[in-house]
């Protein structure tokens, strides 16, 4: 039995191989003003698709009284829904293009740096290395951070959360990258992983979304 953490998602290794498809050769965050510019050059020659493309589509929306929602506090949230001008264009892509640069590192309790990560830490990292903000390495101070996000109108970028993964309650954390997926530190067998928010087991603890930036 894995020893539990304060941040750990499934213990099955529940995954999408899909590391192809978002390995970069380079990445170059530029500011630009109050914008900043993403360039990113594809592994392979044969995956030429642009960042922008790649992470362009976005899952359709889900009625209001998804069961997914069901039990969530959003009326105790200090965060609106999102603004959509309240993100600096391109910033969810260097986000997501980011994170997905870690797929693979090893999950360490309690880490949060390029050695290993814990959920909260990967977050913490991605967040604090792109946008400059530090958003805690915790669940009870990152979820409040930034603009309430809608179940179904995720961009990459997003930090999805989860609960009653390890323990009850919220209790995991991860990036969204676009096509329902998300990179997370899920636990001391899988690392860093790819996975699906639809998939069974995350798709039936999802707990809220918010766009920092």
Known sequence: MLVKSPCRGASDGRRVPVAALYVFRTLIVLLAGSGLLLTATPASADDSTSVMERFSALTAAAPSDDPFRAGHPVSTLDTPLVDPQAVAPGLGDAIAGFAVS???????????GPGG??????TEWVILNIVGVDIGHDLQSQPYTGYWVDYGAWQ???LVFFQNTYKAGLSHAGVYI?????IHAENESTGVVITSIYSDYYGSRYWGATRVG
């Open 102 to 112: 870690y797929q693979g590192y090893p999950y360490v309790w309690a880490g949060n």
């Open 117 to 122: 990560f814990d959920c909260s830490g990967f």
């Open 156 to 158: 990459p970028g997003d």
């Open 178 to 182: 676009g096509d329902g997926l998300f």
